[in-house]
């Protein structure tokens, strides 16, 4: 069996999800043909990296200098965990030693350092994929195959939300997703998500209009709790936007929806159909076949609730049962698992590091048109 040397550059919150998604592999793809193995953990301080290790094991080399992965000869899989604004740097340098990169979202904290990994990846001889884990649910596969086959004719109009209310509270600290100097913001963290997933199942945007609101112009420092630090990232955003054919539709994401649990949702109404995905219920796919006899007493015509569950395809699916309720950890596993499959086959099959230079492009267009209050042709 194949083993990919996994390197990880981060052990806050997503570099812990993205271990766990390599640990569990074995567990819900079977028989498959490789597997991972984390050697080397990168923090920013010895006794983090320390403290990595001893979750991770023995086994695995604590580091803190990035470079001591990503230059690395016994590491084959560079995965980057880092702030926003630490990115760039780290891909740059794995790029160049020709690693395997696994990126999470956004690609950069600006499109300008995303142009430089573009133009670095003109001579990469590797494989990298963003971290775009819904797109990696059954339910957002089977929306997929039901837009390819047409299920729903032209796309007529759309909305979509990605809801938190994580920064609702003023108290809430300055931490760097809600600084703009560090890359964040809910464009970047919320934004690039549910971007995303619409141009993944409808095609490409061609023009949009955006507006963001900053709540509270100041927060408290994470580090000193008493002195105020002001606040340049934004807290929500409502965009408008219009795809090829014409059809238009409205894309939100926000971190001030109180009562919001991290919900993401969509509706896209076509002119045969429809599909939608309620509220974060990532177990079911809704479908509307306009097609349907209306009559009598309404016929067979409704929404059709689609149990995707966890019914993934082979060698996936086995488990846990494909009818156990599903949460937000299996995307990911999925998600990396895509992404392995993709070295181990040579074929790219998840979300390119490309596609994260187009994604960084669709937020800084988002910015533009809140800042100058205009339609932005893209």
């Given at each position: 069996?194949?083993?990919?040397?996994?390197?990880?550059i981060g052990f806050?919150?997503?570099?812990?999800?993205?271990?766990?998604?390599?640990?569990?592999?074995?567990?819900?793809?079977?028989?498959?043909?490789?597997?991972?193995?984390?050697?080397?953990?990168?923090?920013?301080?010895?006794?983090?990296?320390?403290?990595?290790?001893?979750?991770?094991?023995?086994?695995?080399?604590?580091?803190?200098?990035?470079?001591?992965?990503?230059?690395?000869?016994?590491?084959?899989?560079?995965?980057?965990?880092?702030?926003?604004?630490?990115?760039?740097?780290?891909?740059?340098?794995?790029?160049?030693?020709?690693?395997?990169?696994?990126?999470?979202?956004?690609?950069?904290?600006?499109?300008?350092?995303?142009?430089?990994?573009?133009?670095?990846?003109?001579?990469?001889?590797?494989?990298?994929?963003?971290?775009?884990?819904?797109?990696?649910?059954?339910?957002?596969?089977?929306?997929?195959?039901?837009?390819?086959?047409?299920?729903?004719?032209?796309?007529?109009?759309?909305?979509?939300?990605?809801?938190?209310?994580?920064?609702?509270?003023?108290?809430?600290?300055?931490?760097?997703?809600?600084?703009?100097?560090?890359?964040?913001?809910?464009?970047?963290?919320?934004?690039?998500?549910?971007?995303?997933?619409?141009?993944?199942?409808?095609?490409?945007?061609?023009?949009?209009?955006?507006?963001?609101?900053?709540?509270?112009?100041?927060?408290?420092?994470?580090?000193?709790?008493?002195?105020?630090?002001?606040?340049?990232?934004?807290?929500?955003?409502?965009?408008?936007?219009?795809?090829?054919?014409?059809?238009?539709?409205?894309?939100?994401?926000?971190?001030?929806?109180?009562?919001?649990?991290?919900?993401?949702?969509?509706?896209?109404?076509?002119?045969?159909?429809?599909?939608?995905?309620?509220?974060?219920?990532?177990?079911?796919?809704?479908?509307?076949?306009?097609?349907?006899?209306?009559?009598?007493?309404?016929?067979?015509?409704?929404?059709?609730?689609?149990d995707c569950g966890?019914?993934?395809?082979?060698?996936?699916?086995?488990?846990?049962?494909?009818?156990?309720?599903?949460?937000?950890?299996?995307?990911?596993?999925?998600?990396?698992?895509?992404?392995?499959?993709?070295?181990?086959?040579?074929?790219?099959?998840?979300?390119?590091?490309?596609?994260?230079?187009?994604?960084q492009y669709l937020?800084?267009?988002?910015?533009?048109?809140?800042?100058?209050?205009?339609?932005?042709?893209?």
């Amino acid at each position: 069996m194949k083993t990919y040397r996994v390197g990880l550059i981060g052990f806050g919150f997503i570099g812990k999800v993205h271990a766990y998604g390599y640990a569990n592999l074995p567990l819900y793809y079977s028989p498959c043909d490789f597997r991972a193995e984390i050697t080397h953990v990168c923090t920013s301080r010895p006794e983090t990296a320390a403290k990595a290790k001893e979750i991770l094991g023995e086994r695995v080399t604590g580091v803190c200098d990035f470079r001591q992965i990503t230059e690395n000869p016994e590491v084959d899989v560079v995965d980057i965990c880092t702030p926003n604004h630490l990115h760039c740097e780290e891909l740059l340098s794995a790029i160049a030693h020709n690693k395997n990169i696994y990126c999470d979202k956004p690609l950069t904290a600006t499109l300008a350092q995303a142009r430089q990994v573009q133009q670095a990846l003109k001579s990469y001889k590797a494989f990298g994929q963003m971290t775009f884990q819904n797109r990696f649910f059954p339910a957002a596969l089977r929306a997929k195959q039901l837009m390819e086959a047409g299920a729903i004719g032209e796309v007529l109009e759309f909305s979509a939300f990605h809801m938190h209310s994580g920064s609702v509270d003023p108290n809430t600290p300055l931490k760097w997703k809600l600084s703009g100097e560090a890359g964040g913001g809910v464009v970047a963290d919320l934004g690039s998500h549910i971007l995303d997933l619409m141009e993944h199942l409808m095609g490409p945007f061609c023009e949009l209009s955006a507006a963001t609101r900053i709540l509270y112009p100041q927060r408290p420092d994470p580090k000193e709790p008493g002195r105020m630090r002001k606040v340049e990232a934004e807290d929500n955003m409502f965009v408008t936007a219009r795809l090829a054919n014409g059809a238009l539709g409205t894309i939100t994401a926000s971190k001030i929806a109180t009562g919001a649990e991290d919900e993401l949702s969509f509706t896209i109404h076509g002119s045969k159909g429809a599909l939608r995905l309620n509220g974060g219920d990532w177990f079911h796919l809704y479908y509307y076949d306009g097609n349907a006899a209306g009559a009598p007493i309404g016929g067979l015509r409704g929404w059709t609730a689609i149990d995707c569950g966890q019914r993934y395809e082979a060698p996936g699916g086995g488990f846990p049962s494909a009818k156990s309720s599903i949460g937000w950890m299996r995307s990911h596993v999925h998600c990396i698992y895509t992404f392995l499959n993709s070295i181990y086959l040579g074929k790219q099959l998840g979300p390119s590091l490309e596609h994260g230079v187009h994604i960084q492009y669709l937020l800084d267009k988002i910015r533009q048109s809140a800042a100058d209050r205009t339609w932005v042709t893209l």
